[in-house]
Structure formats: C-alpha cells, structure tokens
C-alpha cells in the first residue's frame, strides 16, 4: 500500500529519511523522556534540517519507526495499542480512518494550529482524535508518448477507460493489498454508486485491465511511462498511481526532462487524506504532542510536497513551483464519507475481488 515515495523507486534515488536515533533522557520511556517516538508507514520523509529544527527548539530527539505499508502499520497499531510501539502515529488515511478510530486507538487532542487547517479535511473534528497532515489524489496517469504516437486522445474520465480506443492500456493495483488499488475503488464507487460499480468494473475486465499486486510492480513495471517501466519494456501506457506522479518524473529524471513524461486522467481521481494521531496509551503524551504541532506546522508542511510528494492541508503553505507545475490537485476527485467506508470497504473488497480477479 502506500508507497507515495514511489520516486525512489521510480528513478533509483534515496529520500533523507530518519533512522532511530538520539538517546533517551534521563525520565527513562516515561513522562519525562526526551525521546518522541513516530511509528510510521515506509513512505515518511522529512528534511534533515526541517527535523533538526524541532529538535532543536523542542527539546525533544524523535526516533522514527517505520512499520511498513499504511495498512500493515494501523493494523499493526492496533495489535500493540495497550503498549503501543511509539507516541505518534502517522500515515492512517480516510479510507482506513474508521478502522483506527473503532479501534481507540487515539485519544484526543487539538493540535497548536489546527485553526490553520482546511475544515474539508478535518474528518474527526468533533472528537479531534487524528490530525489532518496532508492530502493527495489516486488517479489515472497516462504515458503522454506512447498517445502522441497513435495519435490518441489520452483518457479522462471513467467511462473513457471502457472504451475499445483503451483495451488492453491498463494497469492497476489489488485493491485487497494497495493504497492506490483500494482508492481507485473506492473512486469507482462513489463515482458509479452501490448499483453501478460492479457492472462498471465488468466492462473494464472485458477491456483488458490488468491487475498486479501493488504500486511499485504497476507503476516500475507495467507502467510503459515511468522510467522504470521504460527500462523494463514496459507495454501499459495507463496506471492507477498518484496526480503528483508527474512532477516526480521530471524532478528526479536523470537527464532531467523539461516536461513531464506522464499526465493525469482529471475524471479518475479519488481524494486521498492523511492523518497523525496520539496514540492513546503513548508513553510521552508531552513529547508527542509537540511532534503533532510541528507536523502541522508550515515548516513541515512546506518541506512536504517534495519529500512525501503530497500536499499540505495547512492554509497558505507555500508548494515549490515545480510540484504544481507538473502535477496539480486534481480540481473534482470523488470522495466518500469514512462513515460509509468503515460499513461498505470490506464487502467492496471481497466483491470486486470475485468479480475481478476470478
């Protein structure tokens, strides 16, 4: 699942990423520990420097913990939540929301700042339970090469994608095992409805999606756009990735390319959020507080966009030039309540699964 750092993977270059450092103070793991503990999925980024700088005027020395992909890392979480891993808890999303909450796995608290967070994204506002961190979008992107040479119009919405033009063009993720393969769904369902879904998802078997079993294979194996899959040889020149994709092509492409390789299908996107949350037995309630305050913060949230490749949710971060040149907020992603995720994700799952891969 959530492997929105893809660009290392995409172009064979590392992100700064944290290892577990510092030592604890004198308070030992109890309140008065100097130690903050972040328990993470393996996509978390952060600047070096933008790290040392809470450190530094916290007091606080954060130890990171990566616990795999974001579903692996709340179910995780919710194994250990009596004598949890860490003090913070980042990376649970709205599609995965309800499962953390049900679970109590946090407890309260509102953050320093929160005013400064877009309402539309704080989803648990009367409780304040989880954080707003960041919020990106699932969508379809289209290898821009491969459509000028067969003088085809790229995909743009949904129904685009059943199409005859399309058959045998696409690759997605398992939608039992990905982010993105789950947020694709998702946006199939918010988009079609309870009654549609399915007969839409039949149409697109019969047009030849390919399915595999995460991100990284579709998107630097399948994906005919990426310059992995151009490596590869790589013959699917659509893939259910990210609309920040694009921007980590030309940003990280060695030679560096003046445009972007890939564009987005605007109609298939499906709004993803991301949230940090104080783990509700956390050791240093002090240490992660502080640790939440600074996620939102606009020094973290503008180191962001290009360390996790998403976008900020605090109002008036700055995001570099070059992110929304190459890959803007898609303008109409669905969206769906995590209300009705938390009764319905399963039953999708297990019915797209028979449909699909059966």
Not at 164 to 175: C, G, I, Q, S
Not at 176 to 191: C, M
Not at 286 to 307: S, T
């Amino acid at each position: 699942m959530h492997t929105k750092t893809f660009l290392a993977a995409a172009v064979g270059l590392g992100l700064v990423t944290l290892s577990a450092c510092g030592s604890t103070g004198s308070g030992g793991d109890g309140s008065g520990s100097k130690t903050v503990t972040l328990v993470s999925h393996d996509s978390w980024a952060v600047s070096k420097t933008v790290l040392a700088d809470f450190e530094k005027q916290s007091g606080y020395t954060v130890k990171v913990l990566k616990d795999g992909d974001a579903g692996q890392a709340v179910n995780k979480a919710i194994l250990t939540k009596d004598n949890p891993q860490g003090d913070v808890f980042f990376g649970v999303d709205n599609t995965l929301l309800s499962r953390a909450l049900d679970n109590g796995l946090f407890q309260s608290y509102e953050a320093k700042g929160l005013d400064q967070v877009d309402a539309r994204y704080q989803l648990d506002a009367d409780k304040n339970r989880v954080t707003p961190v960041d919020h990106g979008d699932i969508c379809v992107n289209y290898d821009k090469k491969y459509f000028a040479d067969h003088k085809l119009a790229p995909p743009a919405s949904f129904d685009d994608l059943t199409k005859p033009a399309y058959k045998n063009l696409l690759v997605t993720e398992n939608a039992s095992t990905s982010s993105p393969g789950l947020g694709f769904l998702l946006g199939t369902v918010a988009k079609y409805g309870d009654d549609g879904w399915e007969g839409y998802w039949l149409k697109l078997k019969a047009n030849g999606v390919k399915v595999v079993d995460g991100w990284d294979q579709a998107y630097n194996e399948e994906f005919s756009g990426s310059a992995g899959g151009k490596k590869a040889g790589a013959d699917r020149p659509l893939v259910v990735s990210y609309a920040s994709s694009p921007p980590a092509e030309v940003i990280y492409g060695d030679p560096k390319p003046t445009t972007a390789p890939t564009g987005v299908a605007a109609g298939t996107c499906f709004r993803q959020i991301e949230f940090a949350g104080l783990l509700s037995n956390a050791k240093n309630s002090a240490g992660g507080k502080a640790l939440i305050d600074f996620l939102i913060g606009k020094e973290f949230q503008e180191d962001m966009p290009l360390n996790m490749f998403v976008y900020p949710v605090v109002k008036g971060a700055a995001v570099p030039a070059e992110f929304t040149r190459y890959g803007p907020a898609a303008e109409n992603p669905e969206t769906m309540e995590p209300a009705k995720i938390a009764a319905e994700r399963d039953g999708w799952v297990k019915s797209w699964t028979s449909l699909v891969l059966k």
